[in-house]
């Protein structure tokens, strides 16, 4: 029997009712398979930028458009169903189980990420699109039904399939396998099913040619994604160093991030950087912490609260006053603060606060955390990531700092970093707006950080305008001096609040994250 002849009924080796639930077993598993690649590209757009709701906007609007495009693509392989299945199949799974791969390098290699990104929504979407129709075919060559009754069989099984795969995705393939090599899995188990089940059931539809060259098509699908697997973590190192000016000598990803520190050749200088973002260099970080920490100590400083710091470099500052009863961190990922005990150039670096008996790490998210009620602190610190996305954009919101309010004590002290004036100046400006919105009143200065350019930060306070001074028995320090902090709060003509139109940042209007992207777009 020749798949030409499009009405004719498909002889089988097994009987119709059997056949039919295999076909529809393979649809439930092919829809698993083609829902975790659409995930994954979300993902890694995610750990690489950072903007999850951008990278899923691009993702499902391009991926349904293709499904669109490959639905009417499918009518011109309506003839030859079974033959065109296995092809689609063979390429989705190649295609989808190495998308991730795809995607990392042409970031690290070719900063050419985004143009990938739609091309292979694209495609895979094209690809997906032209599953249902043939299949529909493929189910009325075993037995005839109401079309309206086999279209419902095959969206329930395809619906059903694409719970699975939205499941299995974070809580299965992620923990399990991590990112890359759980969509190459996927990608393996998608050809194996897809072509097999033409290869079994429908062989009688295919030419010889067509049954050998889809044998040794899948041979080599499963040939290359397998190897894939083997080196893909080898892949990952290369990949990750291209990014990176100095040797890596520490990377993990953990379940919040990917942690990378670097060391240059002649060892003089340290890096952290999360999800690619630079958190301090050895050069300078003294710059960083000693004009985030020692503004704010001028004054009550029994019980100190900071929010994130996991790095220890900002508790190294509040503990060289010895009055200082209580340190409390409150730091999201454990990875880091692990990093920061167990990394001897980190733990030089820190001075081992972390082991001072004052010193408490609550492994939370901060915003949670000051919901549940966090106690009263004579400081608050809020070292914490900048709000370049959904996560981490809600800790620069009106209801996070009138959370923050809740926690000061009577004439507590708070200080943030805010990001930079000159880089960054609407993100900046917004941070004061936001403050001042939960009726906390700051001063804002700025410092040059060469590794990071000029910074910002607040010190802020419910109960009025703060002094920005040092106090009377700072430690020795390298960098800030008061004559040094009276100038930094003096601001160029072209960044000062007056010069750009920043609003406060709330939940609903998280604004901060469109001012990080539109001012670090052109740098």
Aim: charged residues 20%; glycine residues 8%; negative net charge.
């Amino acid at each position: 029997m020749s798949e030409t002849q499009t009405g004719a009924r498909t002889r089988l080796p097994i009987r119709p009712r059997a056949a039919r639930f295999f076909v529809m077993l393979a649809v439930f598993i092919c829809a698993a398979c083609g829902l975790v690649y659409e995930l994954a590209l979300v993902a890694i757009g995610s750990y690489l930028l950072g903007d999850t709701i951008t990278q899923a906007s691009v993702v499902l609007s391009v991926m349904v458009f293709a499904m669109g495009v490959g639905s009417l693509l499918s009518k011109r392989f309506q003839h030859r169903p079974a033959l065109s299945f296995a092809v689609i199949e063979g390429l989705l799974s190649l295609i989808g189980g190495l998308s991730v791969l795809i995607l990392y390098g042409a970031f690290a290699w070719f900063s050419a990420y985004q143009p990938a990104l739609v091309l292979l929504a694209f495609v895979i979407g094209v690809l997906i699109g032209m599953e249902i129709p043939l299949l529909m075919t493929l189910i009325q060559r075993i037995r005839k039904q109401e079309a309206s009754s086999a279209v419902a069989d095959l969206f329930a099984a395809d619906y059903v399939g694409g719970l699975i795969g939205g499941l299995a995705f974070p809580f299965l393939l992620l923990p399990i396998l991590g990112l890359p090599k759980g969509v190459i899995a996927v990608g393996l188990l998608n050809a194996v099913v897809g072509v097999a089940v033409v290869l079994w059931l429908f062989r009688h539809d295919l030419t010889r040619r067509a049954y050998v060259g889809l044998g040794t098509g899948l041979a080599v699908i499963v040939a290359a994604l397998g190897a894939a697997y083997l080196y893909s973590e080898q892949f990952e190192i290369d990949a990750r160093q291209a990014m990176y000016r100095d040797p890596i000598v520490h990377a993990e990803r953990s379940e919040y991030q990917e942690i990378v520190l670097t060391r240059s050749v002649d060892g003089q200088d340290v890096r952290l950087f999360l999800n690619g973002n630079l958190q301090f260099s050895t050069l300078d970080e003294y710059r960083y912490h000693e004009s985030l920490i020692h503004p704010a100590m001028d004054g009550p400083r029994e019980d100190v609260l900071v929010l994130g710091g996991g790095d220890g470099l900002a508790v190294r500052e509040i503990l060289e006053y010895d009055d200082v009863d209580s340190v409390t961190v409150v730091d999201l990922d454990p990875a880091m603060v692990d990093l920061a005990t167990s990394e001897p150039v980190i733990r030089d670096l820190n001075e081992d606060s972390f082991e001072d008996p004052r010193v408490e790490v609550v492994n939370a998210d901060a915003f949670q955390w000051l919901r549940e009620g966090a106690g009263q602190f004579d400081v608050v610190v809020a070292d914490l990531p900048d709000g370049t996305d959904v996560g981490t954009s809600k800790l620069y919101t009106v209801e996070f700092y009138a959370l923050v309010r809740e926690s000061m004590a009577e004439e507590a002290r708070l200080v943030v970093q805010a990001g930079s004036p000159f880089f960054a100046p609407d993100a900046y400006w917004s941070v004061g707006h936001s403050l001042a919105e939960a009726e906390i009143e700051s001063v804002p200065y700025n410092v040059d950080v060469p590794t990071f350019g000029n910074w910002g930060f607040y010190l802020a306070s419910p109960e009025g305008e703060p002094d920005l001074t040092l106090p009377e028995d700072t430690p020795d320090l390298e960098f800030l001096d008061e004559e040094l902090l009276a100038a930094a709060q003096v601001f160029p003509m072209d960044r000062r609040d007056e010069e750009v139109d920043a609003q406060a940042s709330t939940m609903m209007h998280p604004r901060i994250i469109g001012y990080h992207q539109g001012a670090w777009r052109g740098y």
